[in-house]
């Protein structure tokens, strides 16, 4: 088992920056790649960024590309993902997620355990 916290969402101006952190439990937790998703109002979850086990590798959503880095620290058993030059659009409730296993890291079915989610509002 796997719980996964979120922190250091809010409110913040277009262009602006934010860094949200996901303290997982456990002493298995390089042995998951973990991912963000993020859920706007109406809309589906959707596929942020991912990370493998030990950091090698990372993908992004086009939308993000350039703007948001993954990121994660074995040692605290946390992820990061620093998101600059923020836009409306990604305004949402963003999940931390932990998956894998040769699984589809872009889609919800490559994950087994989510946390709870941290609001991030962007303002225009």
């Known amino acids: 088992q796997v719980q996964l916290v979120e922190s250091g969402g809010g409110l913040v101006q277009a262009g602006g920056s934010l860094r949200l952190s996901c303290a997982a439990s456990?002493?298995?937790?390089?042995?998951?790649?973990m991912g963000w998703f993020r859920q706007a109002p109406g809309k589906e979850r959707e596929f942020v960024a991912a990370?493998?086990?030990?950091?090698?590798?990372?993908y992004y959503t086009d939308s993000v590309s350039g703007r948001f880095t993954i990121s994660r620290d074995n040692a605290k058993n946390s992820v990061y993902l620093q998101m600059n030059s923020l836009k409306p659009e990604d305004t949402a409730v963003y999940y931390c997620?932990?998956?894998?296993?040769?699984?589809?890291?872009?889609?919800?079915?490559?994950?087994?355990?989510w946390g709870q989610g941290t609001q991030v509002t962007v303002s225009s």
């Open positions: 990370i493998s086990q030990f950091g090698t590798w990372t």
């Open positions: 997620t932990a998956g894998g296993g040769g699984r589809n890291l872009r889609s919800t079915s490559g994950y087994d355990y």
């Open positions: 456990g002493r298995t937790f390089s042995s998951y790649a």
